[in-house]
């Protein structure tokens, strides 16, 4: 069955994909790993899985491409999802999401779906942060789930296409998986590639030699907007990495940011830009779940936050695209999460 949808349930959100394409070298490195060497391991869900939910639309241009995977063969791959329906989902329906741009994974996923009854095809557009469980369950399953909720305990799993590659091998032909495909990119690097890390490798171990000289770099892991800022480099690499992001730390300041959103940069300028909140509304207007990102931002300021959380806080995906597009460069997430934190305690 194949099903043509709208993008709906938001209205805001970014399409970084256009705004910051990425290339990557075709050439794949292998890295083994400098500590204990782990293994991928599927943990069934408990729950009664009704939704699998494929997710073959990434948003984030520093994250790991289709290609790596599906090696432009999604028919193979449909048929490999197609084993581990049936052995392990046998009533569960299975949605996959692809990019709406990727003319021939459409073409190809519709033909094969035009043949079967268990999988649609949801073409989508790639527009950060689409695949974000909230919204991806919403626009798809036309499903309310909330932020932070494991899917399954609404009967929905959500892969990507590295993962279904992994329980196949792993689950149906019982192969040891002990390795997984990352990016690694970002300004503060000496060029964007991707690897094939044996899992329990430390990023020390990745970064050696590829993060340019004399410069201060941060880095993220699974990106700049809702991953996590790392300091230290021991962590090793589990399956949930899915790329690294080195960007050069600038404290550079722009003059009038607010008349230049067409100049945006994913910059780290964060201390150097550091202003008062003008009044721009681009928070607002990006907010892909239509919240009001700057209202947050003054009640925190004038020290209610109780406040704040009268006004669907609880509703934010954390998605950073507000502190990202602010020309102020505000902390809007961090302040975000301080002012749910009291509800997260409970
Ligand atoms: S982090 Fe929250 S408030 Fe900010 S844009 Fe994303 S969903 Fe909206
Ligand atoms: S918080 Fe930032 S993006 Fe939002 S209105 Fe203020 S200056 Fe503009």
Known sequence: MVIRKKTIGFKGGFNLLDAYPLDFCNIIEDICSDGTPETFQFCMPDQKIEHVVVNLCPTEPWALPNWVILKHKITEFLTML??????????????VAVN?????????????AGKEDWICVYPLSAKYPQDDPVLLTKVILRMDINFGQATESSGVLILDAQTVSAIYESCVLGKNVASRFITLSGTGLKENEILNIQLGTSIEKILENKVREAIKSRVFVNGPLRGQEITGLSQKIDWSVNHIVVLEENDRKVLFPMVKADELKLTTNVLGELRRCVYCNFCDDICPVDLEPALYYHSYMRGEKHKARLYNLGKCIECGLCSFICPSKLELLEIIRECKAPDRQK
């Open 82 to 95: 197609k084993a581990i329906k049936t052995s392990y989902f046998p009533e569960a329906k299975v949605s």
């Open 100 to 112: 709406e741009k990727e003319a021939r994974t459409v073409a190809d996923a519709m033909n094969f």
